[in-house]
């Protein structure tokens, strides 16, 4: 699909979050800038963003670009088998957890961990996930910030998922007891999952489907699969199919754009941000 970008900027378009990642090779404040530019409310940010300006002033940013915080990411890793490697893990998902509520962040997206090598245990690392999450869940719902827990395709369940289906997700989230834990569905590595409308009809009956993200899936394979996350458009996934199943379970949140790919990296914000805005409203959001 080869759709032009629009000259058209700052027009707004409706539910629609620009995840950092999908313009990582920009800075932060020009990223904030442009996304507020082309009328755009909400962004998804990254701890490393934290990182590099610090909480305080990242929040400051966002507030003075009108903007607000779809999602933090990512919590997670949670799967080491040494106690020493588990406790140091909690307590970075802890900080985690400080600087959503801190960034007016709802939600905390979790990518669980891959296999541990020491062990190469998968059914001993979901068991120590769904431990973390019932630690984890008190500590979040105390500051009014949800877990999204991340099903991530199979092919990444060795180094970092060791979820790979909403159902899955939703076992561990409702074993927490907790209500601050759930799920996000992400196009990209859900779309395969014959049982994807039982799965999201699920999350939303228990109150547990907290964030929608869209990407498309590419071929060729990049080298680094994780890379290969595209416009929606460009590759094999039915947005509108997905997004009627998300608009039938009752969610009316954010929908997060979130690409990995180098040749979106390398677009001129301004740019990239067109095209997104463009296939959203052709792909996404009708069907919203």
């Not at 539910?15 to 755009?40: P, Y």
């Not at 019932?134 to 970092?160: C, I, K, N, Q, W």
């Not at 979130?258 to 301004?270: M, Q, R, S």
């Amino acid at each position: 699909m080869n759709v032009p970008p629009s000259e058209k900027i700052g027009h707004g378009t409706p539910r629609l979050s620009i995840n950092r990642w999908t313009c990582r090779t920009t800075g932060v404040q020009e990223f904030l800038e442009a996304t507020a530019s082309h009328g755009i409310d909400a962004v998804g940010l990254w701890r490393q963003d934290v990182a590099e300006v610090g909480l305080d002033a990242l929040r400051r940013r966002v507030d003075d670009a009108g903007l607000r915080v779809s999602t933090l990411c990512r919590g997670g890793f949670l799967t080491a088998s040494a106690d020493a490697d588990r406790a140091a893990a909690l307590e970075d998902n802890r900080r985690a957890i400080d600087e959503a509520t801190g960034l007016g962040a709802p939600t905390l997206v979790l990518v669980v961990g891959g296999v541990d090598r020491a062990d190469k245990d998968i059914v001993g690392a979901r068991a120590r996930v769904t431990e973390a999450i019932a630690e984890l869940a008190p500590y979040a719902e105390e500051r009014g910030v949800t877990l999204s827990l991340e099903p991530l395709h199979p092919m990444f369940a060795a180094d970092r998922a060791v979820l790979s289906t909403i159902d899955q997700a939703l076992d561990m989230a409702e074993a927490s007891g907790s209500p601050a834990a759930g799920v996000v569905v992400d196009t990209y590595h859900v779309w395969w999952d014959p049982y994807l409308p039982r799965a999201i009809q699920r999350a939303a009956e228990a109150d547990r489907l907290f964030s929608y993200q869209v990407c498309d899936w590419n071929l060729p394979l990049a080298a680094e699969p994780l890379n290969s996350r595209g416009y929606m458009g460009d590759g094999y996934i039915d947005f509108p199919s997905i997004t009627s199943m998300i608009r039938g379970a009752g969610y009316t949140g954010d929908i997060e754009v979130e690409i990995f790919h180098e040749d979106v990296w390398a677009t001129p914000v301004d740019d990239a941000l067109r095209i997104i805005a463009e296939r959203f409203e052709q792909l996404v959001l009708p069907h919203a």
